[in-house]
């Protein structure tokens, strides 16, 4: 066991007879402009919209260039800032801050330009330097947030995340893992078992093992699943009984689902497809995940910090010869997932995933690197917990997918061939 | 004839005959035959509700079933094997419904199989059982009890082991004796396949179902409550689902026998 990420203590326990607390979520979007940065936001990305005809850079997000009337376009900008003055608001009467007060806020002069009006991470004096993340808060809204910064030595992802869980106002955006009991859909292949194993030195309470079948002996002493926090269950998705009864064992309050459960095939539609094969796929990725869904949500609405993350491969993106029945059931997977994620909007439950590209297992044997090692994309799925961050692409292959298909999603249909 | 049958349900109905039931429960986790990864496999049981009293049927409940045709306690007709392809009546469709009714004959090698999970029935441990229990009469289900169905509900049943499973079953002499000389209906088995788990290293691979098979007989897998019937004397009603050119059906199997 590693020290958790999270030094925050877990919530305590509730009394049972209390009512429940409802988690009411931050105010809605207020414009397409600001649809369109939190799009952004989704991927990690810290933008501002500039014109394109003098070059400001403007905030908050706009139609037009308020000084020029240019037209505007994103781009990423320099994250750091200084603090111009800080308050604390004491009284709201939005019920989503009213829960959360004292909420700190400041004015940044940003590197980039403009003077914008940010959350506070604690300690945030005027004067101070800061570097900035652009999250979303838990109704989904692109928000700016600062960050203590040395100039000389901006924090890495890794701090800021360690930052962000540390500061109260700074959980509220992000999916803490510390404290928190994490169901692993299906923790029999390399992938899930790496996140097991990473999931319980990142100090989750409680790490739910689904083990889908055909269990071989060896699951009776596997070193993953004896591991202390760690409780193995059989759970396959393609099976609703097996879903609810495995939810029904839980103990405890479920927080986050990662959904790793997938079955790969080679195979096209005509030549060399074996129809078994893609329906199996269609049924693990996309109906798996419907299941899933169903079941857990409403006990992740009830959690203050409840979260459905999604690993999926980046086939979603396009179809592929190669892999038909896995790339169509991926695409349904992605889009049940967005569907998901609209659904979940007015619950405050984050809905992320995490695109990946071949993965180095059995399942991948036959592609020539480069390829995704389990223990890297463990590491990615608790990195976009730590940040919240809705979308993330590891390795190469997805992140090279992901920019091409951001670009030219006609072109990369085109090209995506084996 | 009308007697024999009002006699029939006489005693059934005085329980002088007791009726046995054979099969396992079909649900989404009972076990089934797990095949080396490169081939296509058995799809488990699955049961989704279409409505229960509900706002998709508000007096009534059903439910959608999925399954392989060799899920649960199932059925194998001669067409399942390569060797059965071209036996008359061959797929559960085609089968005569008055093979549906035999008698049977238990052997029980559950001993041996708690000692040696891999333990196979060769031709010398059929005549061995005969010398003691008498011959195994033409035209009857040879019913194997290896009590393997107390396993189900743990990893033993399957007994997946890193180089496959290990379950007892018959070898390829032991086959041809019952088919050939003691002309059997067919061979019922509490595991998931007739074959041995280690079947398909044998000299003669997988020899229950490629003998039994290609000689016109029928597999019945999964069964339970074989270690209730007698050795001899007990009837079996196995009728499988009429699948259009179907290799095995999943079914309830009956067993008949007189009460003690």
């Known amino acids: 066991m ?14 049972p007879l209390a009512r429940p607390q409802l988690h009411p979520v931050a105010p809605g979007a207020r414009s397409r402009a600001m649809q369109a940065m939190a799009a952004r936001a989704a991927q990690g990305r810290f933008v501002l919209q500039a014109c394109t005809v ?9 139609d037009a260039c308020p000084r020029c009337w240019g037209t505007l376009a994103w781009h990423d900008q320099p994250t750091g800032g200084r603090v111009l003055a800080n308050t604390v608001i004491r009284v709201s009467t939005d019920p989503y801050f009213r829960d959360r007060l004292p909420w700190h806020m400041g004015s940044i002069q940003l590197d980039a330009g403009p003077v914008v009006l940010a959350h506070l991470a604690r300690g945030l004096e005027p004067g101070a330097r800061v570097t900035m993340r652009l999250m979303l808060d838990r109704g989904g809204n692109a928000a700016l947030f600062a960050l203590p910064s040395d100039a000389a030595h901006p924090p890495q992802p890794e701090q800021g995340a360690t930052i962000m869980s540390a500061d109260p106002q700074g959980r509220t955006f992000v999916v803490p893992v510390a404290g928190a009991t994490v169901l692993v859909s299906d923790a029999r292949q390399p992938v899930g078992r790496a996140l097991v194993g990473a999931l319980a030195a990142a100090g989750a309470r409680l790490v739910v093992a689904g083990l889908p079948g055909p269990a071989p002996m060896r699951d009776a002493h596997d070193p993953v699943l004896g591991l202390p926090g760690v409780q193995p269950l059989p759970l396959d998705v393609t099976d609703p009984v097996s879903v609810a009864e495995t939810i029904s064992r839980i103990g405890g309050p479920l927080d986050i689902v990662i959904n790793t459960a997938r079955h790969v095939r080679a195979g096209g539609v005509s030549h060399d497809g074996n129809l078994l094969g893609h329906h199996r796929a269609l049924e693990v990725s996309a109906m798996g995940l419907a299941r899933l869904a169903q079941a857990t949500a409403p006990i992740l609405a009830g959690r203050p910090s409840g979260a459905f993350l999604d690993v999926l491969s980046v086939k979603a993106l396009a179809g592929d010869a190669g892999h038909a029945g896995f790339a169509a059931a991926e695409a349904a997977r992605l889009s049940l997932l967005q569907s998901f994620r609209h659904e979940m909007r007015s619950t405050g439950v984050r809905v992320l995933e995490v695109f990946t590209g071949p993965t180095d297992d059995a399942d991948h044997q036959a592609l020539p690197p480069p390829k995704v090692a389990p223990a890297r994309l463990a ?19 997805a992140r090279e997918a992901m920019r091409r298909w951001l670009d030219d999603p006609a072109l990369f249909a085109r090209e995506t061939q084996p | ?50 409505s229960r009293y509900d706002a998709d049927g508000p007096a009534w409940y059903w439910n959608r079933i999925t399954m392989n045709e060799h899920t649960g306690t199932h059925f194998d007709a001669p067409a399942h094997w ?24 238990v052997i029980d090698i559950s001993a041996e199989a708690a000692a040696d999970a891999d333990f196979v029935v060769t031709r010398a441990f059929l005549e061995d059982w005969e010398a003691r229990h008498g011959a195994i009469p033409p035209r009857h289900w040879i019913l194997l009890r290896s009590d393997w169905s107390k396993r189900v509900g743990t990893l033993a049943y399957l007994n997946l082991q890193d180089d496959g499973a290990h379950s007892p079953g018959p070898d390829a002499d032991a ?19 007739t074959d041995a788990g280690q079947a398909s290293h044998f000299a003669e691979p997988l020899p229950a179902h490629s003998i039994l098979h290609g000689n016109g007989r029928f597999g019945l897998q999964c069964l339970t409550n074989l270690d209730q019937l007698p050795t001899f004397g007990s009837v079996i009603v196995a009728a499988p689902l009429k699948i259009k050119g179907g290799s095995g059906s999943p079914l309830r199997v009956i067993a008949l026998m007189p009460e003690a």
């Not at chain 1, 590491?379 to 292959?397: K, N, P, W």
Request: proline share 10%; with cysteine; hydrophobic share 40%.
């Open chain 1, 2 to 15: 590693t020290t958790p990420r999270n030094p925050l203590p877990p919530p305590a326990p509730r009394d």
């Open chain 2, 175 to 193: 086959m041809r004796f019952l088919v050939h000389a003691r002309d059997c209906v067919g061979l019922g088995v509490e595991t998931v396949g």
């Open chain 1, 379 to 397: 590491a990615a799925v608790l990195d976009a917990l730590a940040q919240g961050r809705e979308q993330t692409c590891v390795g190469e292959v």
């Open chain 1, 54 to 62: 003098c070059g400001t850079a403007t905030y908050p997000p706009r």
């Open chain 2, 82 to 105: 390569i060797t059965g392809r071209d036996v008359p009546h061959g797929t559960v469709d085609a089968v005569a419904p008055r093979d549906f009714v035999y008698p049977a004959v």
């Open chain 2, 1 to 50: 004839m009308t007697s024999l049958l009002t006699d029939l349900v006489a005693q059934l109905a005085s329980g002088a005959i007791r009726v046995v039931d054979l099969a396992n429960t079909l649900s989404s986790d009972f076990p089934v035959i797990v095949l080396p990864s490169e081939f296509g496999q058995c799809e488990p049981f699955r049961m989704e509700t279409v």
